[in-house]
């Protein structure tokens, strides 16, 4: 069994189908990097990427939350909200339930990492107690 092998030709959109020369292509790249990094420099503000079925823009939603300053129990207008919305608030809202929830979360990490560095490598360290395994090797 053969397997033959084409050579595939290269085309150009230049209708007399001749390359075009390397100073013409790398002239139109220089312009095409150097619009790009004037884009770059010019720092306009990302393109919005729509979502399906989402019509309400970001602005508007932070907008429709309410206000909750430091040191208050109750955010802004929490007397003439209605129920479902004093809901929101006290789970999802600025310091809401999950708020709370994921600072105990890290708190408790940091609890538990520094229990395990006191336990693992002060306490021997300091001669409190003696761990079973040390920090040695197997023997050889």
């Known amino acids: 069994?053969?397997?033959?092998?084409?050579?595939?030709?290269?085309?150009?959109?230049?209708?007399?189908?001749?390359?075009?020369?390397?100073?013409?292509?790398?002239?139109?790249?220089?312009?095409?990097?150097?619009?790009?990094?004037?884009?770059?420099?010019?720092?306009?503000?990302?393109?919005?990427?729509?979502?399906?079925?989402?019509?309400?823009?970001?602005?508007?939603?932070?907008?429709?939350?309410?206000?909750?300053?430091?040191?208050?129990?109750?955010?802004?207008?929490?007397e003439q909200m209605p129920l479902p919305d004093k809901v929101a608030e006290l789970y999802l809202g600025q310091r809401g339930m999950l708020f709370w929830a994921n600072k105990a979360a890290w708190a408790s990490v940091w609890v538990v990492g520094g229990a395990w560095v006191l336990f693992r490598f002060i306490g021997p360290a300091l001669g409190l107690y003696k761990l079973q395994g040390d920090l040695l090797g197997p023997p050889v």
């Open 1 to 78: 069994m053969r397997v033959s092998s084409r050579r595939l030709a290269p085309c150009y959109a230049a209708d007399n189908g001749q390359e075009p020369s390397p100073s013409s292509s790398a002239a139109d790249e220089e312009a095409r990097i150097e619009a790009l990094e004037a884009r770059l420099r010019k720092g306009g503000k990302p393109r919005q990427i729509p979502i399906r079925n989402m019509t309400p823009k970001q602005e508007q939603v932070d907008a429709t939350r309410a206000e909750w300053k430091e040191g208050k129990l109750f955010p802004e207008g929490w």
